[in-house]
């Protein structure tokens, strides 16, 4: 799948022209192209222009493909694969979707939404099977998530109901042929088809005649008379003939409608109640925006701000039969933060368009002297409005610094890969995106 210069999808001339056509030379240059692409892509989809996001997704594929021999780039085109893979989805190109998908798993194996976007595809291509092997191996990466465990439920019911379905049908198929072996076809002699053959005669002349008088009859009946309907004819409540198509108004349908015959404008009539008034303006769209087309406002700045201060405040305590009871999990520092957030509003109405990546920093307080501790990192690769709020979010890059205590392993993947912090993360998070829908 190739753009030609400047064209979008399927060869339609686009309004992205500018970064379509451009050729960045050097890798700092593609990668702030990637950059860029990776935004409008995020704003398309928000506002449910799948084309132009399918072009942008195929032209960033295309410029990474050109980074050899960098794996960080590989990640990215698995990223920009496995939304092509959603876009084309949704525009009912399910097998492109399903090569984009399989793309994006090659580039990067353990990138979940790939899977995730494999398991779409084949389920609309009716490959049942695939599609729950799919989902199995996203969520053997990520254990925790909610939506994919359902995936999965959802994927496993299916095929068994396609099971009992096709030992069905396949105990229907033996049950006829076994009915065809115990009643076989009736022979018919020789002798009986000589004499069926004799019982068919021509018809005589009186039959002719009997037919003839018939169709006369017949004919007779179709007549236009005044008193008799005719086919595509009616008649009328006053005793008139017409169309069967002319609709016949009752007195009580005349009451409801009223007087709709034409009438004289005055022009010496006062004009102020007939002069035209302002359009009203939308809250959050410009005075010129009178037609409430698309306008978006970027709310980056405070989306970082609100976002970061959340994030600091998450926080988890170990229970009472847990390993550690009582110990605290908590959000030390968060880096890498990097994204985009606003909000559009097309037609009067709303649509918010936010795409973050971040690692956090995290420590876990240990003892009753608080003396023990282990620390380490975790990236949030995509907090976006793809998420539904209560599904979760992807993480990679999951590293325990190698000053924690000793055996340690397990409680931190439970309590912090897996659950207890993280899922105090996702919670910070929809909280977020719900003041976010409330601010703006």
């Not at 580039?107 to 899977?115: E, L, R």
């Amino acid at each position: 799948m190739s753009l030609g210069m400047g064209m979008g999808f399927g060869g339609v001339p686009s309004a992205h022209t500018d970064v379509l056509s451009a050729s960045p030379e050097d890798v700092p240059s593609k990668l702030r192209l990637v950059e860029e692409i990776k935004s409008r892509g995020r704003a398309c989809v928000g506002c449910k222009n799948y084309p132009d996001a399918a072009s942008l997704y195929t032209k960033g594929i295309e410029v990474l493909s050109s980074i050899t021999d960098d794996e960080s780039a590989k990640k990215e085109a698995a990223i920009l694969y496995s939304n092509r893979s959603l876009v084309l989805l949704q525009m009912g190109k399910v097998s492109e979707a399903l090569e984009s998908a399989d793309s994006a798993c090659e580039n990067d194996p353990t990138y979940v939404k790939a899977h995730w976007r494999r398991g779409q595809a084949c389920n609309a291509l009716g490959n049942t099977a695939d599609a729950l092997a799919s989902f199995e191996r996203a969520l053997s990466l990520e254990p925790a998530n909610k939506a994919l465990k359902r995936e999965v439920e959802a994927a496993k019911a299916k095929k068994e109901q396609e099971e009992k379905l096709l030992a069905a049908a396949k105990e229907a198929k033996e049950a006829e042929a076994e009915a065809d072996i115990a009643e076989p076809p009736k022979l018919v002699s020789p002798a009986k088809k000589e004499a069926a053959k004799a019982n068919t005669t021509k018809p005589t002349s009186s039959a002719k005649s009997s037919n003839k008088n018939s169709v006369k009859e017949d004919e007779d009946t179709d007549l236009f008379t005044s008193s008799d309907h005719v086919r595509g004819y009616k008649i009328r409540s006053d005793g008139k003939k017409t169309s069967f198509f002319d609709r016949e108004i009752s007195e009580e349908s005349k009451q409801l409608i009223g007087d709709i015959a034409p009438k004289r404008i005055d022009p010496n009539a006062p004009t102020e109640d007939n002069a035209p008034k302002p359009l009203p303006v939308t809250e959050g769209t410009s005075a010129w925006n009178k037609a409430g087309t698309w306008e978006e406002r970027d709310v980056t700045s405070w989306a970082k701000e609100t976002l970061e201060a959340a994030l600091l405040t998450s926080e988890y305590i170990l229970p009472e039969g847990s390993p550690s009871p009582g110990a605290r999990a908590t959000v030390s520092k968060v880096s890498k933060f990097e994204g985009h957030a606003s909000y559009a509003t097309v037609r009067g109405k709303k649509r918010y368009i936010y795409e973050f990546a971040f690692t956090l920093d995290w420590v876990l307080t240990l003892g009753d002297d608080h003396t023990k501790t282990c620390h380490g990192k975790v990236t949030f690769p995509d907090v976006d409005g793809t998420v539904e709020l209560g599904d979760g979010y992807d993480i990679v890059d999951y590293h325990v610094d190698g000053s924690s205590p000793a055996g340690t392993g397990p409680l931190l993947q439970r309590f912090i890969r897996d659950g207890g912090l993280r899922e105090s993360i996702h919670n910070k998070i929809d909280d977020w995106v719900r003041l976010l829908r409330a601010t703006y």
